[in-house]
T-cell receptor, first 113, second 115 residues
């Protein structure tokens, strides 16, 4: 069965430090991978996606993610965290022709001033 | 564009009452999704419409839940009768295409509390 795992419920990082939010997936076939962010009392907002091509994907607000096929991972990264990055982050996967997202359970990022 | 619009933003009702949640997708988007978010179960896809036609309603929890999309600019999710376990945040999302590489655009959600 297809699945997405976000192994950390919460990640704490100091402002200015690099951050990583982890995501691994298990699908049969070639995945399309997404990161979304959810701020309090808001809907999910798209950050970035990997479809094909360059394994390093750059997205909104200085975030990037690296697709690693051998490790079946798609970790979200940012070189220097901001307090305003504090939010709930979701990894999601779809398979080629399908509309259906499989979401991870979410990771709460807390950036400390 | 105003984005996906949902109403009401908050709904408090009593068990047994009918609840109707409303969604206006982004103009030109042909795919519409209803999700439910709870602490226990995370984000669950309830139903998916493509070109106003329900394609996948396998996530609708039971017959008390129903959804319609009478035209390209409006959808409703109805719960009748409501129960306390239906308390959750309900999101509507739309997408310009029905492909797996399409980004979904989420509305702000409706927080439903059933007493």
């Amino acid at each position: 069965a297809q699945s997405v795992a976000q192994p950390e419920d919460q990640v704490n990082v100091a402002e200015g430090n690099p951050l990583t939010v982890k995501c691994t997936y298990s699908v049969s076939g070639n995945p399309y991978l997404f990161w979304y962010v959810q701020y309090p009392n808001r809907g999910l907002q798209f950050l970035l996606k990997y479809i094909t091509g360059d394994n390093l994907v750059k997205g909104s607000y200085g975030f990037e993610a690296e697709f690693n096929k051998s490790q079946t991972s798609f970790h979200l990264k940012k070189p220097s965290a901001l307090v305003s990055d504090s939010a709930l982050y979701f990894c999601a996967v779809t398979l080629g022709g399908t509309y259906k997202y499989i979401f991870g359970t979410g990771t709460r990022l807390k950036v400390l001033a | 564009d105003a984005g996906v619009i949902q109403s009401p933003r908050h709904e408090v009702t009593e068990m047994g009452q009918e609840v109707t949640l409303r969604c206006k997708p982004i103009s030109g988007h042909n795919s519409l999704f209803w999700y439910r978010q709870t602490m226990m179960r995370g984000l669950e896809l309830l139903i998916y419409f493509n070109n106003n036609v329900p394609i996948d309603d396998s996530g609708m929890p039971e017959d008390r839940f129903s959804a319609k999309m009478p035209n390209a600019s409006f959808s409703t999710l109805k719960i009748q009768p409501s129960e306390p376990r239906d308390s959750a945040v309900y999101f509507c999302a739309s997408s310009p295409r029905d492909r797996g590489n399409s980004v979904q655009f989420f509305g702000p959600g409706t927080r439903l509390t059933v007493l």
